[in-house]
C-alpha cells in the first residue's frame, strides 16, 4: 500500500509540475521566449527554474551562461538556454511519471508485497528449492525447502516401464535405420521421457560402442560386430534390466530453533504429499498460525535506481555535446583567424580606420549569411562588437570585450594591436599586422598538417579491420578444406 502511495504522489506531482510550468511561463521575460511549436516545451519551465536554482547553488551558473552566450552570440543566448532548460524539466517530468508508472504496475501486481502461499508447485524432475517467509509466534522467518518431484505410483511405474520395453529401440537408434545395421551414433536417453526413471547405460564392448553411444564402425569386421547394449532402468529402489542387441556394421572406417522447526515440518509435508502434484502449506501448526508468502520480485529502490543512472546518463551525454561543440568552436577560431586579420591588413593599408574596416568585414559577412553551411563564430563575434559599438561603447573597450570573448591567446593579442593603434596611432600598426597575418597562415598550415595526421591515425581502426576479414577469407577456406 505505501508503495501505491509513493507511485500516485510521483504521478501527481509530475502532473502537477507540467501544469505550474505552464503557468509559470507566461512570466518569461520577452527576450528569453520562444514562439511557434517550441511553446509546447513551456510544460518543462518549473524544471528549468530547479535546474537554474541548482546551478546557482552550485555555483556553475555563471559557466553556463557563458557557454550560450559564447555558442549563440548573435542568436538570443537567453531563449537558447531556457529552451534547454525546459527540455530538461520535461524530461524530468517524464522521469517521475515513468516511475510512477513502474511502482504503480509493480505494487499491483505484487512485486512489492509478499503473497501468501497455500500450495507449492513441485518441478517436472528433480529436486527444487522453494523459498519462503514465515510469519510465526510474532517472528518472521526465512525459510527454505527442497521440493522434490511428484513421486509415481506403482501403476505409473509398471506403466512407464512396459512404454520404455516398446519405445527404447527407436529412442536409441538416432540416424541409424534399424539396430541390424547401426554405422551412426546411437543416443542413449539418462531418463524415460516424461518420468522421473533413470536410465544407466553399458555395452558388451566398449571399443565398438562407448558409454556416450559413440559408434566406431572401423573397428569391426566385415560382417560387422553384435554389440549388446543394456539399459538399467532404477527409480528409488525400483530397478529394470533391459538389453538390446545391435549389429554395429563395417563402413571402411537457516539457523534457530523456530526456523530448524518449520524446515523440518516442511520437509515431512513434502514426504506426506509425495503423490500429489501440489503440496499444500499448513495454516496452522502446532497450536499457531503460520502463514508462507512468496519472496517479493521486486524493489521500489530498484526503479528509482533505474531513472537516476538513466538521468546521470543523460547529464553525461549533455556534457559531452556541449564540450564537442566548445572544441568545435575554439577548431573554428583558428581556423578562420589568418582570415581576418588579412582582411583587416587590406582594408587598413587601402586607408580605412579600424572602425569601417570592421564594419566593411561585418556587412560582407551578414550578406552572404545565408549561403554559410557552417556557424562562423568569429565573424559572430565580430556582429556583437559592431552591435555593441552602435550602442555608444568605447572602440576600446569594445575590442578589448572581443578578444575576451573570444577566449584564444591569438584574438587576445589582435585586439590588444587595435587599442595600441587607437592609443598611439596607425603609425607602426600595419607592420604589426602583415607580421601577425603571415604568423596566422604558417599556424594555418600546421593545424592542416596536424588534421591530416589525426584523419590518418583514425583510419587505422578500418584498416585493421580489413585486414582481419581478408585474414579470415583466406584462413577458414584453408581449414574447412584440411
Not at 46 to 61: C, V
Not at 168 to 193: A, Y
Request: proline share 4%; aromatic share 8%.
Amino acid at each position: 500500500m505505501r508503495s501505491i502511495w509513493a507511485a500516485t504522489i510521483l504521478g501527481s506531482a509530475a502532473v502537477a509540475a507540467v501544469i505550474a510550468g505552464f503557468v509559470l511561463a507566461m512570466k518569461i521575460p520577452p527576450e528569453e521566449r520562444f514562439a511557434g511549436q517550441k511553446r509546447l516545451l513551456y510544460a518543462g519551465y518549473l524544471g528549468a527554474l530547479g535546474k537554474r536554482w541548482l546551478m546557482r547553488r552550485l555555483r556553475l551558473d555563471g559557466a553556463e551562461e557563458s557557454y550560450y552566450r559564447a555558442m549563440y552570440v548573435n542568436d538570443r543566448p537567453g531563449a537558447k538556454r531556457t529552451e534547454a532548460d525546459c527540455r530538461f524539466g520535461i524530461l524530468v517530468a517524464a522521469l517521475m511519471l515513468g516511475l510512477s508508472v513502474a511502482v504503480l504496475w509493480s505494487a499491483y501486481s505484487g512485486g512489492f508485497t509478499a503473497t501468501a502461499l497455500h500450495r507449492i508447485d513441485r518441478p517436472e524432475e528433480g529436486t527444487g528449492v522453494a523459498r519462503v517467509i514465515a510469519r510465526y509466534r510474532g517472528g518472521e522467518f526465512a525459510l527454505s525447502m527442497a521440493v522434490t518431484e511428484k513421486q509415481m505410483t506403482s501403476e505409473e511405474l509398471l506403466a512407464s516401464a512396459a512404454e520404455a520395453e516398446e519405445q527404447m529401440v527407436s529412442w536409441i537408434l538416432g540416424e541409424n535405420p534399424g539396430v541390424d545395421h547401426v554405422t551412426k551414433p546411437l543416443t542413449f536417453p539418462e531418463r524415460i521421457p516424461g518420468t522421473p526413471i533413470a536410465v544407466s547405460w553399458s555395452t558388451s564392448d566398449y571399443r565398438i560402442v562407448d558409454y556416450s553411444g559413440n559408434v566406431h564402425p572401423e573397428l569391426c569386421g566385415e560382417d560387422g560386430e553384435a554389440v549388446v547394449l543394456t539399459a538399467t532402468l532404477t527409480y528409488g529402489d525400483w530397478e529394470e534390466i533391459m538389453q538390446i542387441p545391435v549389429l554395429v556394421c563395417s563402413i571402411g572406417e537457516e539457523s534457530d530453533i523456530n526456523r530448524r522447526a518449520l524446515e523440518e515440518m516442511l520437509a515431512q509435508v513434502s514426504k506426506d504429499q509425495a503423490y500429489e502434484e501440489q503440496i499444500r502449506l499448513p495454516e496452522q501448526w502446532e497450536g499457531e498460525r503460520v502463514e508462507f508468502y512468496e519472496e517479493r520480485k521486486y524493489s521500489p529502490w530498484m526503479f528509482a535506481a533505474y531513472a537516476a543512472l538513466l538521468g546521470i546518463v543523460g547529464i553525461l551525454v549533455d556534457v559531452s555535446r556541449r564540450k564537442k561543440l566548445r572544441k568545435e568552436r575554439e577548431n573554428r577560431l583558428l581556423r578562420e583567424y589568418p582570415e581576418v586579420v588579412s582582411k583587416m591588413t587590406l582594408l587598413m593599408e587601402a586607408g580605412s580606420t579600424i572602425r569601417l574596416a570592421w564594419e566593411r568585414i561585418v556587412d560582407d559577412y551578414v550578406r552572404h549569411r545565408g549561403r554559410r553551411s557552417e556557424r562562423e563564430y568569429v565573424y559572430e563575434e565580430m556582429l556583437h562588437t559592431k552591435n555593441r559599438l552602435s550602442l555608444g561603447v568605447s572602440e576600446e573597450a569594445a575590442y578589448e570585450e572581443f578578444g575576451r570573448r573570444c577566449g584564444n591567446i591569438r584574438y587576445l593579442r589582435l585586439s590588444s594591436v587595435l587599442v595600441q593603434n587607437l592609443k598611439k596611432g596607425s603609425a607602426g600598426v600595419l607592420p604589426l599586422l602583415r607580421k601577425e597575418a603571415a604568423e596566422a597562415f604558417c599556424d594555418r598550415r600546421e593545424q592542416a598538417k596536424q588534421r591530416g595526421e589525426e584523419a590518418g591515425t583514425k583510419l587505422l581502426l578500418p584498416m585493421a579491420g580489413i585486414l582481419i576479414v581478408i585474414l579470415a577469407m583466406i584462413l577458414i577456406p584453408a581449414f574447412m578444406s584440411l
